[in-house]
């Protein structure tokens, strides 16, 4: 894996946000939830789509903080369009675990 620099982790600005909606997304490839993140007034509302359903349902999505880069270009999955990139590590069958903050905080606030 080839070293970066600190400028270049500082170009992914990964922010905080709340779950304010969640829906099945049946018309992906594989299965997936849509999702309305709020990310406090400097970015508002954010919508995204994340293969998470092994551990997730939009139910209790709704409510929860997450993590998510906030500056890549929005993306078309299928009908759909992504606006930010929720964080996620796999677990040992490869199923997607939500990263989020261990304890409440600002919406917006930036990962440092």
Same mark, same amino acid.
Request: no cysteine.
């Given at each position: 894996?080839?070293?970066? #620099?600190?400028?270049?982790?500082?170009?992914?600005?990964?922010?905080?946000?709340?779950?304010?909606?969640?829906? &099945?997304?049946?018309?992906?490839?594989? &299965?997936?939830?849509?999702?309305?993140? /709020? $990310?406090? &007034?400097?970015?508002?509302?954010?919508?995204? #789509?994340?293969?998470?359903?092994?551990?997730?349902?939009?139910?209790? *999505?709704?409510?929860?903080?997450?993590?998510?880069?906030?500056?890549?270009?929005?993306?078309?999955?299928?009908? $759909?369009?992504?606006?930010?990139?929720? *964080?996620?590590?796999?677990?040992?069958?490869? /199923?997607?675990?939500?990263? #989020?903050?261990?304890?409440?905080?600002? *919406?917006?606030?930036?990962?440092?």
């Amino acid at each position: 894996m080839a070293d970066i #620099s600190f400028d270049d982790f500082l170009r992914v600005d990964i922010r905080a946000g709340r779950v304010t909606r969640a829906e &099945p997304f049946p018309e992906a490839r594989k &299965p997936a939830i849509k999702m309305w993140i /709020d $990310f406090g &007034p400097e970015l508002g509302e954010k919508k995204t #789509s994340a293969q998470v359903t092994a551990h997730y349902t939009p139910e209790a *999505l709704v409510g929860r903080q997450v993590m998510a880069v906030v500056n890549f270009p929005p993306r078309q999955i299928g009908p $759909f369009m992504s606006e930010v990139l929720v *964080l996620g590590v796999g677990d040992a069958q490869g /199923d997607i675990v939500l990263v #989020s903050p261990d304890q409440e905080v600002p *919406l917006g606030g930036r990962m440092h």
